[in-house]
DNA sequence: CGTTGACAGTTGTATGGTGCATCTCTAGCA
DNA sequence: TGCTAGAGATGCACCATACAACTGTCAACG
């Protein structure tokens, strides 16, 4: 059928995209956003979102081990962005909280990704963005 | 209007759905591709793909330092997947060459991560599938 | 010619993110 | 009064990466 194409070449498509992709964050992620690497930012940003995060609950969420997020938390703690008190409801469990430093750092990193992106999409159909944005939700969320 | 979002829950989604997808192809890295792990995949597969591929030429596409790239494929001959030989055209660059083991493992590892992918996306619509291929790839490379 | 400069690639060194194995501490339960 | 399970921390090793310094090779120009 003329004009369409072929599934595989769809799937092509998106596994060469995928892989530039991911080479990219990979070394996007070294880069410093505006003060804040990648993995705290996903760090600070994940700890903001939820009501109230755990270090298992983010090992969880990225997949990590929880020794690894241990250490993240242990560095952003020591930089002032966090603190880890008891949790009066799992005694067992810590509670993590962003300091006023964290919102800042957070916010300020969260608007500078937030701006790249807009440039990055510049041009861009409005309706494409918004596929955009409801394909890619729906992909990594498979 | 009804029915559209505005920009700013579009740019939010695709924000927040970029950064699971970095974080998750970040530890998916760390599994084995059937034997091939994410780097020597994409360096193997670019290889591939290049009429002539050299060194310069990878760390260009990927972004990544001529040392990086010159570790990995180091790597990558001593395992007997690549041959690095002198260029009869450009004497000073070198020449890179898979062998027959390297289209082996590139192959066995590109059927098992396009198998993945199509898990992923089924049950997705055609249309979408197509969609998605299109508005990704416009994204990587901009 | 010989010198000089640009370029390709390698090696030394350091760093950051990660996993696995192991340890500690606390809570709840028999 | 222990015993077990769960949360988190620590020791250790590994991989991908960057930056800086080095080697070797060609090319152009005096």
Known sequence: MPGEDRDGDALDAIH????LFSRGSRVRSNELYEGLGF?????L????LADCAHAADL??????????VSRQLAELE??????????PRHSRRQRLELTEDGHRALAITRAA?????EERLRGWPR??????GRLLTRFVES
Chains 1, 2 share one sequence.
């Open 113 to 117: 990704q937030r701006e790249r992106l």
């Open 16 to 19: 060469r995209a995928m892989i």
């Open 59 to 68: 090992a969880q969420e990225y997949g990590l081990d929880p020794s690894t």
């Open 127 to 132: 309706r494409d963005v918004v596929e955009f």
């Open 45 to 48: 940003s994940s700890i903001d």
């Open 39 to 43: 993995v705290p930012y996903t760090m």
């Open 78 to 87: 020591t930089a002032g962005l966090l603190v880890r008190g008891p949790d």
